[in-house]
Nanobody, 113 residues
Framework: QVQLVESGGGLVQPGGSLRLSCAASGSIFRSVSMDWYRQASGKQREWVATIDSSTYTTYAASVNGRFTISRDNLQKTVYLQMDSLKLEDTAVYYC???????WGQGTQVTVSA
């Protein structure tokens, strides 16, 4: 089971930016896809973005063009750069490793004026 630890959440005004990080354990990090999900209060967890081992990226329509997922295989870390944040981006953001169905503990992102 891979261990995932997210960081970088916080409070930001609409239009602002945050960068989330997810540090992973395990020797096969460079060979696997990684995801970001989010869960707003009272709502189901939803997929946000995926990066595969070739750094091919896909995004949910709601964040496409505003969020960027990336990875550093040497640091075993996946990032989520979030720009032009909106009120509706407020949620707990989770890192996910599909190959082992491992989840991080989540990091809170709050967008508020």
């Amino acid at each position: 089971q891979v261990q995932l630890v997210e960081s970088g959440g916080g409070l930001v005004q609409p239009g602002g930016s945050l960068r989330l990080s997810c540090a992973a354990s395990g020797s096969i990090f460079r060979s696997v896809s990684m995801d970001w999900y989010r869960q707003a209060s009272g709502k189901q967890r939803e997929w946000v973005a995926t990066i595969d081992s070739s750094t091919y990226t896909t995004y949910a329509a709601s964040v496409n063009g505003r969020f960027t997922i990336s990875r550093d295989n040497l640091q075993k870390t996946v990032y989520l750069q979030m720009d032009s944040l909106k009120l509706e981006d407020t949620a707990v953001y989770y890192c996910h490793a599909p190959y082992s169905d491992s989840w991080g503990q989540g990091t809170q992102v709050t967008v508020s004026a």
